[in-house]
């Protein structure tokens, strides 16, 4: 990120001080303030900070292991041919022939799937809301795994008191 001198003295001057950064983007500022009281500068640089959107939703990649068997995984490394890879010259083929054949196997094992990501990041939404959300789901799957008339009345009443408490802490807020 830095492009000019950090040690200026009267014969020369260099580059010697540096901010590295993988995504230039995120980074907003950057540069050096002569501060006077050495030969080097002072480097610097001010990122940017997105603030989170309250109560949205974000779609995230990731791979699920939900179904993941590690026996299928240790069948499918076996099925791989690697190459001899004593043979090659370049440390960095070799890398790339096992990283890209590694890759390949994860990915028919764990593929990628698009998943939705829930952020209540309401000030009021705390984490007892959160527990009580958690147990009427769980209410309501069970309700409709048994289709018992009690099942039912539990998860209304899980329901209702979620209702009342979000509408305390709402009106509180």
């Not at 014969?11 to 995504?23: E, K, M, R, T, Y």
């Not at 540069?31 to 001010?46: A, E, K, N, P, Y």
Request: contains cysteine; positive net charge.
């Amino acid at each position: 990120m830095i492009k000019e001198p950090t040690r200026v003295t009267c014969d020369s001057s260099s580059l010697i001080d540096h901010i590295l950064s993988n995504v230039a983007e995120k980074i907003s500022a950057s540069g050096i303030i002569d501060i006077g009281v050495s030969d080097h500068q002072l480097t610097f640089c001010t990122r940017k900070v997105l603030k989170a959107k309250s109560n949205c939703h974000q779609n995230i990649l990731a791979r699920s292991f939900k179904k993941y068997d590690p026996q299928k995984f240790i069948d499918a490394l076996g099925k791989i041919n690697f190459s001899n890879y004593e043979l090659f010259a370049d440390i960095d083929v070799v890398y790339a022939d096992f990283l890209t054949k590694l890759t390949e196997t994860i990915h028919s094992i764990a593929p990628f799937q698009e998943m939705r990501i829930h952020t209540n990041s309401q000030e009021w939404f705390v984490a007892n809301i959160r527990e009580k959300i958690k147990t009427r789901v769980r209410l309501l799957k069970n309700f409709k795994k048994t289709k018992s008339r009690v099942d039912e009345d539990i998860y209304k009443s899980a329901q209702c008191e979620v209702r009342k408490i979000i509408k305390q802490k709402k009106r509180d807020f």
